[in-house]
């Protein structure tokens, strides 16, 4: 595997291989690698001849009061689980390869941005502004055939399919499934922050979806309802959600009733990590 820093380098790489009409697949992360960001690899190498790792903690996305400074790294570890999955290449550019002297553009996707993660008392549609600026950089810089996601970051995945589609950025996009820990809790790097007792009321993330989701599964359909249930988890536990809100999955408006793919997104704060997670109801996952 090889790890590349400049984008020179990197185009250098993969041009000869489209030449010869291999495919190029990307996993854009922020490294600290857990099995969701490997499922994503796994993916890519199955469906490609190439596969590209960017791995770059990117200031913009992080708000003021946010975890960038202690946001967990650990580039050695990362590259040889990179490695041990196939990646051909780890691309880990430092901070001014990606916003040199001067970087004066950002891509901003409207609408789906400024709910949920992007409502002002939350992150902030600026997160989704950060997000889609170096995820364009990052599709111009590797080009690749196909880029992969996690559905763990829902809104994220369907403002990429926007940006993607609004600027004709000629990249399948591909959504892959939430990876948990046996207890449910969804793999983040920010778990690393948790304390064990901290951990064990995280789980009310997870049970709260799952609530919902028996609720749904016996029948509850109205939203009020099936809400109520993924609260009563989180209140036993203690947890006060940031929000806890069911949208169509499609374009995040409200919905009143569960009907086709209805997306339940939680985010609470569990000690120092703020903690999302999401299941699809009353429809495939
Ligand atoms: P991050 O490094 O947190 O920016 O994540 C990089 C990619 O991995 C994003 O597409 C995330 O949605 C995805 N990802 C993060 N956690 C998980 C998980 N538990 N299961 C599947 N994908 C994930």
């Known amino acids: 595997m090889r790890i590349v820093r400049a984008v020179t380098e990197l185009r250098a ?23 969701g960001h490997l499922s994503l690899m796994r993916r890519a190498r199955a469906d490609n001849d190439l596969v590209v790792v960017s791995l770059f903690v990117n200031p913009a996305q992080f708000g003021p009061g946010e975890d960038l400074d202690a946001y967990p790294r650990d580039e050695r570890r990362d590259a040889e689980l ?67 996601f996690g559905q763990k970051d829902a809104q994220q995945a369907l403002v990429i399919r926007k940006l993607v589609s609004d ?51 016996s029948g509850t359909r109205d939203a009020a309802a099936v809400v109520a249930a993924a609260r009563a988890e989180l209140e036993r536990a203690g947890v006060e959600p940031d929000y806890l809100q069911l949208r169509s999955a499609s ?24 903690l999302i997670d999401n299941a699809i109801l009353g429809g495939e996952q």
């Open 13 to 35: 790489l993969l041009a000869p291989e489209r030449r010869a009409g291999r495919t190029v697949g990307l996993v854009p992360t922020m490294g600290y690698f857990h099995d």
């Open 82 to 148: 990179a490695a041990a999955e196939g990646v051909d290449v780890l691309f880990a550019p430092p901070i001014e390869e990606v916003y040199p002297e001067g970087f004066a553009t950002t891509v901003t996707v409207g609408r789906l941005t400024d709910t949920l993660e992007g409502d002002e008392a939350q992150r902030g549609a600026e997160h989704f502004q950060g997000v889609t600026t170096v995820v364009t950089k990052l599709f111009n810089m590797a080009a690749p055939d196909v880029a992969y």
């Open 167 to 217: 600027l004709d950025i000629p990249v399948r996009i591909e959504v892959c499934p939430t990876i948990r820990d046996e207890d449910g809790l969804a793999l983040s790097s920010r778990n690393a922050y948790l304390s064990p007792a901290e951990r064990e009321r995280a789980l009310a993330l997870s049970r709260s979806l799952r609530a919902a989701e028996d609720a749904v599964a």
């Open 251 to 274: 374009d995040l408006s409200p919905v009143e009733r569960v009907n086709g793919s209805t997306l339940l997104a939680v985010a609470a704060r569990v000690g120092r990590a703020r």
